[in-house]
């Protein structure tokens, strides 16, 4: 598995991140950080993701940003000049994950259905997104599925939240959890980045006891 995705492993959650505004990216990185989860999902569902990718990794260059919502080849590439690391997509484009792989950078695509997953398998990815997760059957379509496709992990993000993560992270064909809880719109707009990190903090803890007792 590519490094990256191994220290997104490590961490066990990824904040899925908008950002309306890229004045808030730099002190939204440091709740994160100070919480003790140096990753980011930034969506590129609005016209701040960019900047805002640039001023995480050039303020906090530790931290491990990726896109998110990268429907183009052309929003991978502004992705990657303003330094993420991995591409995350809602859906699995064979063109988006191809040029991702020539270009050596590590993609999830997003995938529900086994016909995907043996399309992911196809192009030569061992970790896809499960999206959206709950909606789709949640960890029990996810052990369903990877029954037969034993070389596939999954990154599971859509309706995961502190009350149902526990299961999930302890499956082991599961690298981490997105979930957007900690980093919600309203927290952000509103300067919250204190309950943001306190938040953060709560999730590294339910991280360190689902594995403790997997």
């Given at each position: 598995?590519n490094?990256t995705?191994e ?5 066990g959650i990824?904040p ?9 990216a ?5 709740a ?21 990718i640039?001023?995480m ?7 491990v ?27 699995l ?10 270009k050596n950078?590590?993609v999830?695509?997003?995938?529900v ?5 043996e ?5 030569g990815l061992e ?10 059957g949640?960890?029990a379509?996810?052990?369903a ?18 009350q149902?993560i ?12 997105g979930?957007?809880w900690?980093?919600?719109g309203?927290?952000?707009?509103e ?16 991280v ?7």
């Amino acid at each position: 598995m590519n490094s990256t995705l191994e220290k997104l492993e490590q961490f066990g959650i990824v904040p899925v991140v908008v950002l309306d505004d890229a004045k808030d990216a730099a002190p939204l990185a440091k709740a994160l950080c100070d919480g003790g989860l140096a990753c980011a999902e930034v969506t590129f569902r609005t016209d701040a993701a960019e900047e805002s990718i640039r001023i995480m990794t050039s303020e906090y260059p530790d931290m491990v940003v990726g896109a998110g919502t990268v429907l183009t080849t052309e929003q991978v590439d502004r992705a990657v000049s303003a330094g993420a690391k991995f591409i995350v997509s809602p859906g699995l484009n064979p063109k988006v994950v191809k040029y991702c792989l020539e270009k050596n950078i590590p993609v999830t695509p997003g995938v529900v259905t086994p016909s995907e997953m043996e399309q992911a398998i196809e192009l030569g990815l061992e970790v896809v997104k499960f999206f959206p997760a709950e909606p789709s059957g949640g960890l029990a379509m996810i052990k369903a599925v990877a029954a037969p496709y034993t070389m596939l992990r999954f990154m599971p993000t859509g309706g995961i939240n502190p009350q149902n993560i526990t299961p999930y992270l302890q499956y082991n064909k599961i690298i981490a959890c997105g979930g957007s809880w900690m980093v919600k719109g309203s927290l952000v707009s509103e300067g919250k980045f204190n309950e943001i990190t306190a938040l953060t903090k709560e999730a590294v803890e339910l991280v360190h006891s689902a594995r403790e007792v997997k």
